[in-house]
């Protein structure tokens, strides 16, 4: 099935020319992802073709008109729903959220400009908010760039290889190991003697303690959120001679 979405912006060009390269470009091509972009300028019914307005109450910068967003939501045939308004206030994306949209045939991005949305767009025609994180950016554009990318990573044929997102940071609720390539030694430095052993089974038991290990060290909440450290865990990290910190212990 090829996921469907649908993209709300005042720069359509921005968004395409992204979507377009690498690998949402090539994603597309497959037919694992389609994108329909709309201009809600388009849906404007004044000379001016405004979208933005002084906010009610007073205060800096103009705010979005709620009638251009929720034409063009009204007037799409066959618009994927959820449809999801990218705001700062929003839930906090995640690989989480980025897997449960990935399940789902599709889903609309409402990119904000300006100071954002009219909050009666908000209450009426949106599902969800999702933020990027706890900062500001001009516009909702980029937002949308990086959900439709962690999504289609995961989808089917998304990177053209289906093995190539499983092992990676989140996929198992744990932070990826660390890799490397050649040369074996580089500025004098070497590549851990075992990646080089050709011995699959220790390879994979060495990554899955530094894994753990990377984890612990600097995303101890993840840890935490899978349960904490099964005693086969323990076992391999002290195998491995890999410490925990004292907060990880009992
Ligand atoms: N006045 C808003 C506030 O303080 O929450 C910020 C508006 S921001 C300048 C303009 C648009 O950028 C927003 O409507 C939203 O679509 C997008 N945006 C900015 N930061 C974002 C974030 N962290 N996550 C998702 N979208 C964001």
């Known amino acids: ?31 694992v992802w389609q994108l329909v972009v709309h201009d809600f300028r388009e849906a404007t019914g004044d000379v001016h073709r405004s979208v933005d307005d002084t906010p009610y109450g007073g205060g800096a910068g103009m705010v979005l008109t709620p009638e251009p967003i929720a034409r063009t939501l009204e007037d ?20 989480a959220v980025a897997t449960r949209l990935a399940q789902l045939g599709g889903f ?24 990027l994180g706890d900062f500001v950016l001009a516009g909702g554009e980029l937002a949308a760039l990086c959900i439709i990318e962690a999504v289609v990573r995961l989808l089917p044929g998304g990177l053209g290889n289906d093995e190539s997102s499983v092992e990676e940071s989140f996929g198992a609720g744990l932070l990826e190991y660390p890799q490397y390539t050649k040369p074996a030694t580089w500025r004098g430095r070497e590549v851990p003697a075992l990646l080089r052993s050709g011995n699959h089974a220790a390879i994979a038991r060495w990554r899955r303690a530094q894994a753990l290990r990377l984890t612990i060290e600097r995303r101890p909440d993840l840890i935490e959120r899978r349960g904490g450290l099964s005693a086969q865990e ?17």
Request: charged residues 25%.
């Open 108 to 131: 609309t991005l409402l990119c904000g400009r300006y100071e954002g949305f009219d909050q009666r767009i908000l209450d009426t025609v949106v599902d969800e908010e999702v933020s």
């Open 1 to 31: 099935m090829t996921l469907r979405v649908d993209v709300l912006s005042l720069f359509p060009e921005a968004v395409r020319a992204y979507a377009d390269t690498s690998v949402l470009g090539r994603a597309r091509e497959r037919d």
């Open 76 to 95: 799409t045939p066959g618009l994927a729903r959820p449809v999801i308004a990218l705001t700062p206030s929003g839930t906090p994306f995640s690989h």
């Open 234 to 250: 323990r076992e391999l990290l002290e195998e491995m001679g890999v410490v925990e910190s004292p907060a990880q212990n009992g």
